[in-house]
């Protein structure tokens, strides 16, 4: 079958029928690895925030935080509140331009019943121009924050090597009030969606804030009663090589399958959007929690509205910090971090040497977090419509995978469907 585009990443999906039952369903991830964890072994603990930044060319801040957190954990020091608030805000951008893209040029077609975001501009531009102003204002808080929108540079461990100015900021105020309207626009659209019926009961895990819907910080919990800080991450979640994927597969000891990401962080953390988002939330017809994936859609947009509103009070709260990061010195030591990918949590861990040099890095994304989700959904979304000949299970089982905006890598394509059915 054609391969799949509008995700990130490279792969296949294996589904295996008899008697009108599906007996397997496995996502192939064959792209190869890629082997951060061990190219950073013997670099200096200054380095993995831009080094891991180049995981992703969509989520880069999100390495980058995960990464520098851990790396000042290890090295036993914290940032001041002003560092924490800017590296939100640069965390809202990267939310922003995400979710944006993901909605209108990823996701939105399969609903509307268009091949691509090209073929829905030729009908409906103003939409999809509705979509681009949105993944701008979010690029401009990459630059102005980050010293630029793809891969920023300006993170460091320890803070930043510069902060900007608050007439730095102040420029952001325009096209953030722009997106505004935009992102409010964006969760009455996608609300009006059709949206197959599919529930899941995956045990779901997010962040959770004091105070805050989870970016950058938060302890980790989920709607089964856990609830740990970052150093007891791999404690509770095993990653497990499976013969069919070169990405690994995560579970929780004990619990098996779990999933992260927009409906496992908005249903554990309703109470923690603004009622702005709430109310719009409500509007387009979600509860407090979301099991169909179908629906992570309306949720991303319910959480673009959320970063724009939290940017637009982090720029009109703005204290520079002074200075722009602190001293951090190296010493031996072991330290984790995490955040709220757009896709979901993303986990680092370093162990340093008394010099800095990491002896060992371990970097758990959230896709690889979500497989066994994704392959158990696909199982039931399959099972229900055996009816469709190949070509069209193709298309159904893209749009479920997309649901999930999985990020294989940055490469262009992910499906090639083989459906291998016997009597």
Same mark, same amino acid.
């Given at each position: 079958?054609?391969?799949?585009?509008?995700?990130?990443?490279?792969?296949?999906?294996?589904?295996?029928?008899?008697?009108?039952?599906?007996?397997?369903?496995?996502?192939?991830?064959?792209?190869?690895?890629?082997?951060?964890?061990?190219?950073?072994?013997?670099?200096?603990?200054?380095?993995?925030?831009?080094?891991?930044?180049?995981?992703?060319?969509?989520?880069?801040?999100?390495?980058?935080?995960?990464?520098?957190?851990?790396?000042?954990?290890?090295?036993?020091?914290?940032?001041?509140?002003?560092?924490?608030?800017?590296?939100?805000?640069?965390?809202?951008?990267?939310?922003?331009?995400?979710?944006?893209?993901?909605?209108?040029?990823?996701?939105?077609?399969?609903?509307?019943?268009?091949?691509?975001?090209?073929?829905?501009?030729?009908?409906?531009?103003?939409?999809?121009?509705?979509?681009?102003?949105?993944?701008?204002?979010?690029?401009?808080?990459?630059?102005?924050?980050?010293?630029?929108?793809?891969?920023?540079?300006?993170?460091?461990? #320890?803070?930043?090597? /510069?902060? =900007?100015?608050?007439?730095?900021?102040?420029?952001? &105020? *325009?096209? +953030?009030?722009?997106?505004? %309207?935009?992102?409010?626009?964006?969760?009455?659209?996608?609300?009006?969606?059709?949206?197959?019926?599919?529930?899941?009961?995956?045990?779901?895990?997010?962040?959770?804030?004091?105070?805050?819907?989870?970016?950058?910080?938060?302890?980790?919990?989920?709607?089964?009663?856990?609830?740990?800080?970052?150093?007891?991450?791999?404690?509770?979640?095993?990653?497990?090589?499976?013969?069919?994927?070169?990405?690994?597969?995560?579970?929780?000891?004990?619990?098996?399958?779990?999933?992260?990401?927009?409906?496992?962080?908005?249903?554990?953390?309703?109470?923690?959007?603004?009622?702005?988002?709430?109310?719009?939330?409500?509007?387009?017809?979600? #509860?407090?929690?979301? /099991?169909? =994936?179908?629906?992570?859609?309306?949720?991303?947009? &319910? *959480?673009? +509205?959320?970063?724009?509103? %939290?940017?637009?009070?982090?720029?009109?709260?703005?204290?520079?910090?002074?200075?722009?990061?602190?001293?951090?010195?190296?010493?031996?030591?072991?330290?984790?971090?995490?955040?709220?990918?757009?896709?979901?949590?993303?986990?680092?861990?370093?162990?340093?040497?008394?010099?800095?040099?990491?002896?060992?890095?371990?970097?758990?994304?959230?896709?690889?977090?979500?497989?066994?989700?994704?392959?158990?959904?696909?199982?039931?979304?399959?099972?229900?419509?055996?009816?469709?000949?190949?070509?069209?299970?193709?298309?159904?089982?893209?749009?479920?995978?997309?649901?999930?905006?999985?990020?294989?890598?940055?490469?262009?394509?992910?499906?090639?469907?083989?459906?291998?059915?016997?009597?």
């Amino acid at each position: 079958m054609g391969a799949l585009a509008r995700v990130e990443g490279e792969g296949a999906m294996r589904v295996r029928v008899r008697n009108g039952t599906v007996e397997e369903v496995a996502l192939d991830i064959y792209e190869p690895p890629r082997f951060f964890e061990a190219f950073l072994r013997g670099r200096a603990y200054t380095e993995p925030p831009d080094i891991t930044s180049r995981i992703c060319g969509i989520c880069p801040v999100a390495y980058q935080t995960s990464a520098v957190q851990a790396i000042e954990a290890a090295c036993g020091v914290e940032v001041d509140a002003s560092i924490q608030a800017l590296r939100r805000l640069l965390y809202c951008g990267e939310w922003i331009q995400s979710h944006a893209l993901h909605i209108y040029l990823l996701h939105a077609p399969d609903f509307l019943g268009y091949d691509g975001a090209l073929e829905l501009a030729k009908v409906v531009p103003d939409v999809v121009q509705r979509g681009l102003t949105l993944k701008k204002a979010g690029n401009d808080v990459m630059r102005v924050v980050g010293g630029r929108a793809v891969h920023p540079v300006n993170m460091r461990v #320890g803070g930043f090597y /510069r902060a =900007p100015t608050a007439a730095d900021l102040e420029a952001l &105020v *325009e096209p +953030l009030q722009r997106a505004l %309207e935009a992102a409010e626009e964006t969760v009455r659209w996608v609300g009006a969606f059709t949206f197959p019926e599919l529930e899941h009961d995956h045990e779901y895990v997010s962040l959770r804030h004091a105070s805050d819907y989870p970016m950058e910080a938060g302890r980790m919990v989920s709607d089964r009663g856990l609830d740990i800080g970052p150093d007891a991450f791999e404690d509770h979640v095993e990653e497990l090589h499976v013969e069919h994927s070169n990405a690994l597969h995560a579970v929780l000891r004990g619990r098996g399958t779990y999933m992260t990401g927009p409906l496992a962080r908005y249903s554990l953390n309703f109470d923690r959007l603004s009622p702005r988002a709430q109310e719009a939330a409500r509007a387009a017809g979600l #509860g407090k929690t979301c /099991r169909n =994936p179908f629906k992570s859609i309306v949720v991303r947009a &319910v *959480e673009t +509205l959320y970063a724009v509103e %939290e940017a637009l009070s982090l720029v009109r709260r703005y204290r520079r910090p002074e200075p722009s990061a602190i001293d951090v010195p190296p010493r031996a030591g072991r330290g984790s971090g995490w955040s709220e990918e757009p896709r979901g949590l993303l986990y680092h861990r370093y162990t340093l040497a008394a010099d800095g040099a990491i002896e060992e890095a371990v970097i758990t994304p959230p896709t690889s977090q979500n497989q066994r989700a994704i392959e158990a959904d696909l199982a039931r979304f399959v099972e229900d419509h055996l009816d469709l000949d190949d070509q069209a299970l193709t298309w159904q089982c893209e749009q479920a995978i997309r649901n999930y905006d999985p990020c294989i890598s940055c490469a262009t394509h992910f499906l090639d469907l083989s459906v291998e059915r016997r009597p």
